[in-house]
């Protein structure tokens, strides 16, 4: 607890609303940016969710040092996910924490099945991800964002990957927990998915739920995943799709194969 803040009294009302007034499968406010968030990167975005802000930004496929890493048949996904010393109300340590280190690895993990790393052996492709305000839900948010940095970047992708928590709190399921509610609420159980085909490429339970309530987190997550990923669109669309008019008289809007969105061959 930070100073001066205070544990509510409840998470859930009697009108059954949430401290932001949220209904409980409601998600916070969202803003997508894709492309000139960070303009040496490769590719780059940004989020906004509720109070959580986050970029992200590619580099590679490139060259990979130290070469002894190097993978002969696939890159070498490397992901950081730091938080900044101004992102939370207690100056955090500059240092990388081992919760930095393990939510990295959870990131890429996320990641790695909807990219096609094996076009790129020996390379690297690095993900960095920095948290500037940190107000929940950080862990989902830096794969929205990192998923569409990779797109921007141009790397080849299955599929944008979405990802949401699940919690509880008062005995009620949460979609896309704040920070009040994550610290003070019964667990939550964070999920990415790949949407055409619902693989699960991330699944994590945090405090306790019975197997009923983990199998509706997880409906209610798959739900509020496929709405972020047509908010992924979006914003991907924002960010190149032309008006009718422009310059480019060869433009085609081949959007969807582009982003790996098509049916793939062989694959359900």
Do not use: W
């Not at 000139?36 to 992200?56: C, E, F, H, L, M």
């Amino acid at each position: 607890m930070s100073p001066g803040e205070e544990k509510p009294d409840y998470l859930i009302n009697p009108e059954g609303l949430r401290l932001d007034g949220r209904r409980p499968d409601e998600m916070r406010p969202l803003e997508l940016k894709v492309g000139d968030v960070i303009r040496n990167a490769d590719g780059s975005a940004s989020i906004k969710q509720g109070n959580t802000y986050i970029v992200a930004a590619i580099y590679g496929p490139r060259e990979l040092h130290p070469r002894h890493l190097a993978l002969p048949d696939r890159a070498y996904l490397r992901c950081n996910y730091r938080m900044t010393t101004f992102s939370v109300p207690d100056r955090k340590r500059p240092a990388p924490s081992r919760r930095e280190r393990e939510i990295s690895m959870v990131i890429r993990n996320a990641l790695e099945p909807a990219l096609f790393l094996e076009e790129f052996p020996e390379a690297v492709i690095d993900v960095y991800i920095y948290v500037l305000q940190a107000d929940g839900g950080t862990r989902c948010a830096s794969i929205n964002a990192a998923s569409l940095a990779l797109a921007d970047a141009g790397v080849p992708m299955r599929s944008l990957v979405p990802s949401i928590a699940v919690g509880k709190a008062d005995g009620t399921l949460l979609v896309d927990l704040g920070d009040m509610e994550d610290k003070y609420g019964g667990g939550d159980v964070p999920m990415a998915i790949i949407p055409h085909t619902e693989s699960i490429t991330l699944l994590q339970q945090d405090g306790s739920f019975t197997r009923e309530e983990l199998l509706e987190a997880m409906r209610m997550g798959i739900n509020a995943c496929k709405v972020l990923h047509e908010r992924q669109k979006d914003a991907i669309k924002r960010a190149y799709v032309r008006e009718p008019g422009d310059d480019d008289d060869e433009y085609e809007d081949d959007l969807e194969d582009d982003l790996g969105e098509a049916a793939i061959p062989g694959e359900d």
